[in-house]
């Protein structure tokens, strides 16, 4: 497969960690938003390395992190704590990483996540936006990106 | 149905929790690792007390874990002789067919990607003959 992965790839697979994990009986889903509407406080990494480079992105308001964190945890808002949302939010991102590496070309391997709580803008100066979904999820903002290494970055770090 | 014990083998806490929900349901006794080596050196504490009845009898196994990966895990159990009863069975985001065919190849017996419902481990573990058909949780 050599296409990119698109927008609605990202929903189709969010739908699937939504209805597994974060909305089991169907009556809180992501809703899509404009652009202009999402706030992002924390992000979960992948990164893509071998046939095609790049990164997934899963970035969520503080409200959603703790949100997620709360839903996969099976735990209290109120005893949600840091530790919590980073693992909440990095196997949030393996998850749709891995999901998305499955629509690009092989042979490519997934990194193990990484969580930043300072929000997506500026950490991947060396990337190009290849599709993005923004959501709100319990009126906060969710958004899923799919961001590819430019080839001046490839190059670089091969060298 | 006889209950096994389980290792659940995975880097996310959150995932160990979703899955140890799922199989302790059934009646399981679950015993956590945080990566393969973690869940080597508990296997290895095992073997040295000279106490087989301890071994898990099923491992639920992340693949990309640091320190030592899943498919790292399921060829050191399968090339241990003394663990040679221990069901494994992937559970993991790798999910192109390469992958598959790798993880059965080196041992797994099952394989599971993730997202999952609880139905689809049921129904892999209904398959291995670990739970009778038509349990759900």
């Known amino acids: ?159 | 149905m006889t209950p096994v014990l389980t290792m659940v083998i995975d880097d996310s806490r959150a995932m160990r929790l979703i899955l140890k929900r799922i199989v302790a349901q059934l009646g399981f006794d679950v015993v956590e690792s945080a990566n393969g080596k973690e869940a080597m050196d508990y296997l290895a504490g095992i073997l040295e007390a000279g106490d087989d009845s301890k071994l898990p009898g099923l491992a639920l196994v992340d693949w990309n874990m640091p320190e030592m990966n899943g498919l790292e895990f399921v060829t050191a159990v399968r090339a241990d002789q003394r663990l040679r009863n221990m069901t494994l069975m992937m559970v993991t985001t790798e999910s192109e067919q390469s992958q598959i065919v790798r993880a059965l190849a080196s041992g797994a017996h099952e394989y599971v990607i993730k997202p999952f419902t609880p139905d689809a481990i049921i129904d892999k573990l209904t398959l291995l003959g670990l739970v009778p058909n038509g349990v759900a949780v």
């Open chain 1, 1 to 159: 497969m050599t296409a990119n992965p698109t927008e609605n790839d990202l929903r189709v697979i969010a739908e699937q960690v939504w209805s597994s994990y974060l909305d089991v009986d169907g009556s809180k889903p992501l809703l899509p938003v404009p652009a202009a509407k999402v706030v992002v406080d924390v992000t979960g990494s992948v990164s893509v390395t071998g046939a095609w480079r790049g990164h997934v992105l899963v970035g969520c308001s503080d409200g959603a992190s703790r949100n997620a964190a709360a839903a996969l945890l099976g735990i209290e808002l109120d005893e949600v704590t840091d530790d919590d949302v980073a693992d909440a939010l990095g196997e949030l991102a393996n998850i749709i990483g891995g999901n998305v590496k499955s629509l690009l070309p092989e042979p490519c391997a997934l990194s193990l996540p990484h969580v930043h709580v300072e929000g997506e803008a500026g950490r991947y100066p060396a990337s190009t936006e290849v599709c993005k979904l923004n959501g709100t999820w319990l009126e906060e903002s969710v958004t899923v990106s799919v961001l590819e290494s430019t080839a001046d970055f490839a190059e670089a770090s091969a060298t």
